[in-house]
């Protein structure tokens, strides 16, 4: 067994200085419980620590090939007798390479004097991208080439025919017979491109030309031995121009022509069994005996025999709501109630169960639904007793719609309440009443889920049928078009002329909020 994270485990001395340290208690009871809550914590430091078995490494076939692109970062390559500076181009061929071959896996090396990895083997274009990017060569104090510390570097990878991919100008390396026996017994392939021009640069230091002990300009050319290594070790030799791509061209073109191209590559895949399960649920067992006497944890666990599985029924809820959201979409609201009516019990089912009945035109059954929602929020409250209210005009039970406006009306001032209860008092029952725009009032009560709020605005618009923007058809013939509004309109502006004293409010309403139902603190 090995752990993932063994440094976790020093965190096991402050807690060990805290448990020595804290004040030591006289009850046992209490003594018990402090230790079972360490041993708790113990077990949790053990579970973080990710316990692992290591089980045996699988060799697996990956269909892309693997190629090492070895990029030169020393300061010659800041020399620009390639535009802007041999690095720049030898980067903008790297780039192209990449994304001209993305199927295939590569890993890139930064090197001077030594070598260093910069981005591991990958297939994900843009992270050699990045890694390329991230990388300045400014910032590098090592002097200098060698082409031999990178082939030592690149033998110690895991690959069996290593395809070696160098954009360098050849720095200081003389010795060809060393390179070539270091890429014949590491099994390098080499393909090198040559990132200068024959004739050289002169290197120069902020603006300034470098000189040497001599006095002499020190200029930077193509190490010759470069050519001769390529073409001696089986591999490909290349001469980079600034101007054109042909190199990518043709560098694709040779490794697509190699034979381990019809290949599959193995790679050594190393897997793990997770073990911090078993000390993460024995922190939680102790947990649980610490804050609970023994005999009452079998009641802690009893209830939980006979419950449903809470998971199943979430996932039953959103399924239920789904086909209840597209029944009323569709406008088939009885299918959208009996939806409802399957999702859990809440104030927010039981409010979109309302409103479907009140849509389906059951008024019965939404006020039977309403009148079962509890809850000790005034401002919802008085929102079941208006759309109980609009559900008792729609039935003609006029005297029952009274008392619901003013029961509504009993929690705090409401404009469409107090509309509604009026009219039924100015039109005294002796003209045909217009509830045409008694729906259910909008609901803005917080516990509602927003899901479940789409539903709900959709049965939702102020009680005054003289607003202008009540939309044609959406209820009955009283509020249906404009002209009709008109007309209703002149009725009551009529019969408020008639005898404008008895249209006030019933004496019900103040009954009520001389009682101080406005300031409710139980669900009713």
């Known amino acids: 067994m090995t752990f993932i994270y063994p440094w976790l485990f020093f965190l096991f001395i402050p807690l060990y200085i805290f448990y020595k340290t804290e004040p030591q208690s006289i009850d046992t009871s ?6 079972l809550l360490y041993l708790s914590l113990s077990f949790i430091l053990i ?23 070895a990029i030169d970062a020393s300061y010659s390559m800041q020399a620009d007798d390639l535009k802007p500076t041999r690095y720049e181009v030898a980067k903008q061929n790297i780039q192209e390479l990449l994304h001209k071959l993305p199927k295939d896996r590569f890993s890139i090396f930064a090197f001077t004097s030594n070598a260093m990895l910069i981005s591991p083997p990958t297939t994900d274009t843009e992270i050699s991208m990045m890694a390329l990017d991230v990388l300045n060569p400014k910032f590098i104090l090592t002097k200098g080439t060698s082409i031999y510390e990178l082939l030592k570097t690149i033998s110690k990878t895991f ?23 270091m890429a014949k017994k590491s099994n390098i392939i080499p393909y090198i491109v040559a990132t200068g021009s024959q004739d050289g640069a002169i290197l120069k230091n902020d603006d ?35 101007d054109s791509n042909a190199v990518v061209t043709d560098l694709i073109s040779d490794l697509g022509s190699s034979s381990q191209k019809n290949e599959q590559t193995n790679i050594q895949v190393l897997s793990f069994t997770e073990l911090f399960y078993a000390p993460l649920l024995l922190a939680i067992f102790f947990f649980f005996i610490a804050v609970t ?12 025999l006979f419950l449903p599985n809470s998971s199943h029924a979430v996932l039953l809820d959103f399924y239920h709501l789904d086909k209840a959201n597209k029944h009323y979409h569709e406008k088939q609201y009885l299918n959208s109630a009996q939806e409802f009516e399957k999702i859990t019990p809440s104030v927010e089912s039981y409010y979109n169960l309302g409103v479907s009945y009140y849509k389906a035109k059951h008024y019965k059954k939404a ?3 309403f009148s079962k929602i509890k809850s000790t929020d005034s401002t919802l409250k008085q929102k079941l007793f208006y759309n109980m209210g609009n559900c008792a005009v729609e039935l003609k039970k006029y005297d029952r719609a009274k008392i619901y406006y003013s029961q509504a009306l009993a929690l705090g001032f409401d404009e469409d309440s107090f509309y509604n209860l009026s009219l039924l008092y100015k039109l005294s029952l002796k003209e045909k009443i217009d509830v045409s725009a ?19 605005k959709k049965d939702e618009s102020k009680s005054s049928s003289s607003k202008s923007n009540q939309k044609a058809g959406e209820s009955s013939a009283g509020s249906s078009s404009a002209e009709n509004k008109k007309e209703y309109q002149e009725k009551l502006e009529k019969s408020d002329k008639i005898n404008k004293s008895q249209y006030k409010i019933g004496y019900k309403a103040y009954e009520l909020i001389n009682k ?9």
């Open 367 to 369: 006020i039977e639904v």
């Open 208 to 242: 300034f030309n470098i000189k040497d002990e001599n006095n002499n300009l020190v200029i930077s050319r193509i190490n010759p031995i470069l050519k001769d290594f390529a073409l001696g070790s089986g591999g490909k030799y290349y001469e980079l121009d600034s």
């Open 516 to 524: 101080g139902y406005t300031n409710e603190k139980h669900p009713w």
């Open 159 to 181: 690959y069996d025919k290593k395809n070696l991919i160098i954009f360098s100008d050849g720095g200081e390396d003389h010795n060809l017979a060393r390179l070539l026996s």
């Open 438 to 456: 008694m729906m259910p009032k909008k609901d803005s009560h917080k516990s509602i889920k927003d899901s479940q709020q789409s539903n709900t």
């Open 30 to 35: 209490k003594i018990r419980q402090r230790k």
């Open 47 to 69: 579970a973080l620590t990710r316990p692992v078995i290591s089980n045996t490494i699988n060799n697996q076939k990956f269909d892309a090939q693997d190629y090492i692109i």
């Open 293 to 304: 006497k023994i005999h009452q944890l079998y009641l802690l666990f009893l209830p939980f």
